[in-house]
């Protein structure tokens, strides 16, 4: 029953995605006593990533790999007319799409088998003097903790109470992943540019052979009729889904709805009798991609994940920059909890890690102003010229990942 107040701990951890799973169990085999805090009843529930491992990430980090999906080596760009669009294969299995639900389910079991404390449906209330409160199932309660982590998401309710920043530039992403017969299928990252249906990102199909998901993401206000009904809209005429059974939408080779599909009332392509519509999972959220934020540490606690914007700018990849921050953040938190010295989380500078993507954040920049189906199809003409193609490859399958402190 969480009522009242609860011991003290060592560390309380606020959000049970990836990176608040990561740091709370490492943390713990380090021997600290550690609470974690999660909003959701069942972390099996909704789940807010695509969930895309990239290759430096498999290779880093011990992933349980039966809850990952096939290896991916193929990437396929595509202007708004979905017309030559620019293929790139790699000779490395360069992605692999986790399932999220089980995944967290996995490593919340590894975290408490490590010790952590899992505080299910419990949401941070914030602080009160000297005490955090949190609103669980039987009602608030009280902790007192020497540290706080923030690791629920990019609008960050702990960022607020630290004083720390926060994010101010984020696309809102909607996704459906459908189930599908397990086939014979090369495993294709579709993407398409289209600031009609993506403003400022993309729209896209991955059909790993096992599952499809179909998205698309950008900026908010730049949805002329909302990202929804951008999705229904992508769905119907999507690249990548031709030929494959039992999916809603997009259209046959020939240009004509799929078998199984039958109008909707928007007379749009809606799931037939091969799809149960309790088979499709639906995913959407904010991505934070203004970049690592500069302060995510202070004297009470420290930011990791979406709420520490540790998210690729350019490619709103996050996994693995999430993990990566995280281990910095153990780190860190471990020598401040071993010696007593509140300043050693100075060490966790978000400003200095920053300064290293420059780059990327140009690239952001340059994205966020495509605005035309003219101007994105000019970009993807470039990437079919051999500098463009290079670059292409450096960006989409570079072994560069976040760098390290």
């Known amino acids: 029953m969480l009522t009242g107040r609860l011991p003290t701990t060592d560390l309380l951890v606020v959000g049970a995605g990836l990176a608040g799973l990561h740091t709370a169990t490492e943390l713990a085999r380090r021997g600290h006593d550690v609470v974690l805090a999660e909003r959701r009843h069942h972390l099996d529930g909704t789940v807010r990533t695509t969930g895309i491992f990239v290759r430096r990430t498999l290779e880093d980090f011990d992933l349980p790999p039966e809850h990952l999906g096939p290896p991916i080596r193929r990437m396929v760009l595509y202007p708004p007319s979905h017309h030559r669009p620019v293929v790139l294969d790699s000779a490395h299995d360069e992605y692999r799409v986790g399932d999220m639900a089980p995944l ?16 299910l449906g419990t949401r941070y209330a914030g602080r009160d003097g000297a005490e955090h409160v949190l609103h669980g199932p ?10 706080v982590v923030g ?15 926060r994010n101010t530039e984020l696309l809102i992403g909607a996704e459906e992943v459908y189930p599908v017969p397990r086939r014979a299928v090369v495993p294709a990252f579709h993407c398409v540019v289209d600031p009609r249906l993506a403003p400022g990102y993309l729209a896209w199909v991955l059909d790993d052979g096992e599952h499809v998901h179909v998205g698309v993401a ?37 240009g004509g709805a799929r078998p199984g599909d039958v109008a909707g009332p928007d007379g749009g392509a809606r799931p037939g009798a091969t799809t149960s519509p309790g088979q499709v999972e639906r995913r959407g959220g904010p991505i934070p991609v203004g970049g690592l934020l500069r302060r995510i540490a202070g004297p009470h606690g420290l930011l990791v994940g979406d709420a520490a914007g540790a998210v690729s700018p350019l490619t709103a990849g996050g996994l693995d920059p999430c993990l990566r921050l995280s281990e910095h953040a153990v780190d860190v938190l471990d020598e401040a909890l071993r010696t007593g010295r ?13 300064a290293r993507f420059r780059g990327r954040l140009t690239l952001r920049r340059g994205l966020s102003m495509v ?28 072994s560069g990942s976040f760098p390290g402190p």
């Not at 039987?138 to 540290?147: E, K, S, V």
Request: proline content about 8%; charged content about 25%; overall charge positive.
């Open 218 to 254: 950008g900026y908010a206000d730049r949805f002329p009729r909302g990202m929804r009904q951008a999705l229904r809209e992508f769905s119907a005429s999507a690249p990548g889904l031709a030929g494959v059974p039992g999916l809603p939408g997009g259209t046959g080779p020939d």
């Open 342 to 354: 509140r300043d050693a989380l100075r060490r966790y500078d978000g400003a200095a890690l920053r």
């Open 371 to 398: 605005r035309t189906p003219a101007a994105a199809a000019a970009g993807v003409a470039l990437l079919r010229t051999p500098p463009g193609r290079a670059a292409a490859r450096r960006i989409l399958f570079g």
């Open 151 to 165: 690791a629920d998401g990019a609008r960050s309710a702990v960022a607020r109470e630290l004083g720390l920043d």
């Open 104 to 119: 967290y389910v996995t490593q919340a079991r590894a975290a408490a088998a490590a010790g952590v404390r899992i505080l």
């Open 138 to 147: 039987d009602g608030p309660a009280r902790l007192r903790a020497r540290f």
